[in-house]
């Protein structure tokens, strides 16, 4: 099975700065590689796909890059509504995904 | 606009079985993979189980194969989840997830959850 490992597991932040989340697969996945943010009592939402994919409908703050083994979420200013917990997802091996342990992102 | 819905939910005793629904709206359900994911409150996600469009193919994570069953209803617009021998380390929300392709993994639609509880 693969394994992923997302670093920070939390972070602290202000609105408007740069956060970067790393997200590393225990082996390649190319570019199989997804990011979804999920607030307090909601559901999961898709940020990116494909590693470097923004959804439609998402700020183009959010970004996503990384092949391989190694990606990283950026979001380029933070604002309020960013403050969340983001994961990120394997789909190479499908139909047995995985996610990573999760990154909160907190004041 | 995509929805999805799950139900059947509840508090269960060790070892009983429940029946876990989703219906779909919104989009052409038989287009399309469908996922379970759960997460225990304060926890992460994890995967579940998958089918394909046409229940061709199914797949199941390690701590649920041999007691969770999934299936699709397409004339129904309708996902399940049979989940038998349930334990307390299955108490979760679960949550039906739209994949963006026939057999792919990408969730790009989520429901809402319905709350499973399994007492010991």
């Known amino acids: 099975d693969i394994h992923m490992t997302q670093s920070p597991s939390s972070l602290s932040a202000s609105v408007g700065d740069r956060v970067t989340i790393t997200c590393r697969a225990s082996?390649?996945?190319?570019?199989?590689l997804n990011w979804y943010q999920q607030k307090p009592g909601k559901a999961p939402n898709l940020l990116i796909y494909?590693?470097?994919n923004l959804q439609s409908g998402v700020p183009s703050r959010f970004s996503g890059s990384g092949s391989g083994t190694e990606f990283t979420l950026t979001i380029s200013s933070l604002q309020p509504e960013d403050f969340a917990t983001y994961y990120c997802q394997q789909s190479f091996s499908t139909p047995r995904v995985s996610f990573g342990g999760g990154t909160k992102v907190e004041i | 606009e995509v929805h999805l819905v799950e139900s059947g939910g509840g508090l269960v005793q060790s070892g009983r079985s429940l029946r876990l629904s989703c219906a779909a709206s919104g989009f052409i359900f038989d287009d399309y993979s469908m996922h379970w994911v759960r997460q225990v409150p304060g926890r992460g996600l994890e995967w579940v189980s998958t089918?394909?469009?046409?229940?061709?193919?199914?797949g199941y994570a390690d701590s649920v194969r041999g007691r969770f069953t999934i299936s699709r209803d397409n004339a129904k617009n309708s996902l399940y989840l049979q989940m038998n021998g349930l334990r307390a380390e299955d108490s979760a929300f679960y949550y039906c997830?739209?994949?963006?392709?026939?057999?792919?993994?990408?969730?790009?639609?989520w429901g809402q959850g319905t709350q499973v509880t399994v007492s010991s």
């Open positions: 997830a739209k994949a963006m392709a026939v057999a792919g993994a990408t969730l790009d639609s």
């Open positions: 082996q390649g996945i190319t570019t199989y």
């Open positions: 494909a590693a470097s």
């Open positions: 089918i394909t469009w046409n229940s061709g193919d199914v």
